[in-house]
C-alpha cells in the first residue's frame, strides 16, 4: 500500500492475485500431477513452440535453445520416477528425450545457418557486434556455422542426459 497512491488500484490487485492461487490450487495442480500421464506428443509440441519462440526471440541465433535441453531432461527424469519405469525402459526413454532434443537443435541450426549464409551482412554484423579487428569472409563464416552447429547439437545430448541424471539424484 505504501507504493500504491491509489487505493481502489490496491483492492482489484488483490482480488486478482488470490483468484489467481484459488484457480492454480483448483485446476492447475490437478493437470501438472496427470501431466506427466500425458502422451509425448503433447509434451513434445510444447518444447517445439518454446523452439520457435526462442528462435524469433533471439532473431535466429541457436546458441539460446540449447537451454531447452535442461526442461527436457527435468521432465524425462520426473516422468520416470512418477510413473515407476523400469530401468531398462527408463534408460530408452532417455535416449528418445535425447535424440528428440539433438534432432530438433540440428533443425534449428540448420534453419539458422540458411539464413545466416544468405544474408550477405552476416560477417560484417558478426564484426561489429563482436568488434573483431579483421574482416570475417564467407569461408571462416561458414566453418564458424558447421563447428558450431555440430557443439550445439552433440551437447544438447548430453545437457539432456546430464540434466536428467542430475534431477534423478538431487529432487527424488
Known amino acids: 500500500m505504501i507504493l500504491v497512491k491509489n487505493f481502489v488500484v490496491f483492492i482489484p490487485a ?3 492475485f488470490t483468484l489467481g492461487i484459488v484457480i492454480d490450487y483448483l485446476f492447475v495442480s490437478k493437470f501438472i500431477k496427470n501431466a506427466y500421464k500425458l502422451r ?3 509434451p513434445a509440441s510444447i518444447v517445439i513452440f518454446y ?3 526462442m528462435f524469433g526471440f533471439f532473431m535466429g541465433v541457436p546458441v539460446f535453445n540449447f537451454l531447452l535441453g535442461i526442461p527436457i531432461g527435468f521432465y524425462s527424469a520426473r516422468r520416470e520416477v512418477l510413473l515407476e519405469i523400469g530401468q531398462d525402459q527408463a534408460k530408452n526413454e532417455l ?6 532434443g539433438s534432432i530438433l537443435m540440428f533443425i534449428t541450426c540448420l534453419i539458422s545457418a540458411s539464413i545466416a549464409l544468405n544474408d550477405p551482412y552476416t560477417a560484417s ?9 579483421f574482416t570475417i ?3 571462416w563464416l561458414t566453418i564458424l556455422v558447421i563447428i558450431g552447429g555440430i557443439i550445439l547439437t552433440i551437447g544438447e545430448y548430453f545437457l539432456i542426459t546430464i540434466t536428467s541424471k542430475i534431477t534423478k539424484k538431487r529432487v527424488f
Open 40 to 42: 509425448l506428443i503433447w
Open 125 to 133: 554484423g558478426i564484426k561489429g557486434m563482436l568488434s573483431l579487428p
Open 51 to 53: 523452439s520457435f519462440c
Open 95 to 100: 535416449t528418445k528425450a535425447s535424440l528428440f
Open 137 to 139: 569472409n564467407q569461408t
Open 14 to 16: 488483490l482480488v486478482g
